[in-house]
């Protein structure tokens, strides 16, 4: 039949039999640029069939904004996944919003922020790494390259994380079974007023006096992926410690 070509033609690729879209949820270039590049190749090697978005870089503060973002992507009836890629706060009651709006959406939460008990009653599958097993083998490596202090760099957002919370309770254990000594340190949040910058400038003069108390001989280590770079750059500065 020679009609059947050109209404064919006409059909929107998302709309075609067995499309589907993906939505994908993620930071800001400034908050977590390894995050976001990842996430942009993504919807760069599948045109038209990832939809990605971002939240705001003071998440913690515009949880109706994340929220919004996160529940518009269901909006598209071609998107069948929401991956939150990673499940900030808010992302749960995001996905009940969703639950209620398009049960067919499947959805996935990478490193949830919220209890894991309730973020497993909202999504579909959740990637997260083993937090308490961490805290044993990153002070075992420590103690290997001959760190005898650990420098723990978080902030109150994230100590109230359960698995955070868990995972330094664990590393404190190991340090003292290990005759080593753990020290925790409360560095700004990159979300607070100053942003990730001021965080990061914090970490950078920070590292050389914590290095002035303990030695060279010290372990630094961190629960935000923004610090990290810096921290790299103090060590390698000071010719002294390790990451």
């Given at each position: 039949?020679?009609a059947?070509p050109?209404?064919?033609?006409?059909?929107?690729?998302a709309?075609a039999a067995?499309?589907?879209k993906i939505?994908?949820i993620?930071?800001?270039?400034?908050?977590?640029?390894?995050d976001?590049?990842?996430?942009?190749q993504?919807?760069?090697?599948?045109?038209?069939?990832?939809?990605?978005?971002?939240?705001p870089?003071n998440?913690?503060?515009?949880l109706?904004?994340?929220?919004?973002?996160?529940?518009?992507?269901?909006?598209?009836?071609a998107?069948?996944?929401?991956?939150?890629?990673e499940?900030i706060?808010?992302?749960?009651a995001?996905?009940?919003?969703?639950?209620?709006?398009?049960p067919d959406?499947l959805?996935g939460?990478i490193?949830?922020?919220?209890d894991?008990?309730v973020?497993s009653t909202?999504c579909?599958?959740?990637?997260q790494?083993?937090?308490?097993?961490?805290?044993?083998?990153?002070i075992?490596?420590?103690?290997?390259m001959?760190?005898?202090h650990?420098?723990?760099?978080?902030?109150?957002?994230?100590?109230?994380?359960?698995?955070?919370?868990?995972?330094r309770d664990?590393m404190?254990?190991e340090?003292a079974r290990?005759?080593?000594?753990?020290?925790f340190?409360t560095?700004?949040?990159?979300t607070?007023?100053?942003?990730?910058?001021g965080?990061?400038?914090?970490?950078?003069?920070?590292?050389p006096?914590?290095?002035?108390?303990?030695?060279?001989a010290?372990?630094?280590?961190?629960t935000n992926?923004?610090?990290?770079?810096?921290?790299?750059?103090?060590v390698?500065?000071?010719?002294?410690?390790?990451?």
């Amino acid at each position: 039949d020679s009609a059947a070509p050109e209404a064919n033609s006409a059909t929107p690729p998302a709309a075609a039999a067995g499309a589907f879209k993906i939505g994908i949820i993620c930071g800001t270039v400034s908050q977590g640029e390894e995050d976001y590049r990842a996430c942009e190749q993504l919807a760069a090697r599948y045109p038209g069939r990832v939809k990605l978005v971002t939240y705001p870089d003071n998440f913690s503060s515009e949880l109706e904004t994340v929220i919004s973002q996160t529940v518009g992507l269901a909006q598209d009836p071609a998107i069948k996944v929401i991956i939150n890629a990673e499940a900030i706060p808010g992302s749960v009651a995001a996905a009940r919003r969703i639950r209620e709006l398009r049960p067919d959406i499947l959805i996935g939460f990478i490193n949830p922020h919220e209890d894991p008990d309730v973020v497993s009653t909202v999504c579909d599958i959740a990637a997260q790494t083993d937090e308490e097993t961490r805290g044993i083998t990153i002070i075992e490596s420590a103690q290997k390259m001959g760190a005898r202090h650990f420098v723990h760099y978080s902030f109150p957002r994230h100590m109230a994380m359960l698995l955070l919370a868990r995972r330094r309770d664990v590393m404190m254990a190991e340090c003292a079974r290990r005759d080593m000594r753990f020290h925790f340190v409360t560095a700004p949040d990159p979300t607070g007023e100053q942003g990730l910058p001021g965080t990061q400038q914090f970490i950078f003069e920070d590292v050389p006096r914590e290095l002035a108390k303990y030695g060279p001989a010290t372990a630094f280590f961190t629960t935000n992926g923004g610090m990290e770079e810096p921290l790299i750059k103090a060590v390698l500065t000071a010719r002294r410690g390790y990451f």
